[in-house]
């Protein structure tokens, strides 16, 4: 079954605490682990992805935000910080509808 955007109010803070639950439910992170992210770490440093593992996140990203990134605009993302700021910004532009 496909999950529908939450209707939810997301903020970076919020974001986060999603990308935390996909880091420990989809990607098997231990929570000692997920406490020790840096947001200003390397993003595939700081969640420890493989190529597997990028993709499981991105398909989680766009089921639950529903937001699709291009490869340029993955390109851009260098760190959780800048991954946060990309998700917020495109959850906020898609609810301007």
């Known amino acids: 079954m496909m999950h529908e955007p939450q209707l939810t109010k997301w903020s970076q803070e ?41 993709v499981v996140l991105m398909s989680n990203i766009e089921q639950d935000f529903g937001c699709v990134f291009e490869p340029e605009e993955l390109q851009q993302i260098r760190t959780l910080r800048d991954l946060l700021a990309m998700i917020s910004t495109r959850v906020s532009e898609g609810t301007r509808a």
């Open 14 to 54: 919020t974001i986060l605490e999603r990308l935390k639950q996909v880091a420990r439910e989809e990607l098997n992170m231990t929570p000692d682990k997920i406490a020790a992210i840096d947001p200003d770490a390397p993003l595939v440093e700081a969640l420890q992805l493989d190529s597997l593992a990028q």
